[in-house]
């Protein structure tokens, strides 16, 4: 059980952080497809009243 331990804690490691990254990069891309989006319909609204 000792020997496994060491293991064990890295392999929860290396879970945690791939999953918190892997949730960054979601929201990262949602928040930048929205601010685009957004962007977009303002930049489109201008045009379009001028």
Do not use: R
Not at 12 to 35: E, K, M, Q
């Amino acid at each position: 059980m000792p020997q496994m331990a060491p293991m064990w804690w890295t392999s929860l490691f290396l879970v945690f952080i791939s999953s918190y990254l892997i949730i960054n990069t979601i929201i990262y891309f949602n928040y930048n497809c929205d601010a685009k989006c957004v962007l977009i319909v303002k930049y489109t609204n201008l045009c379009w009243k001028w």
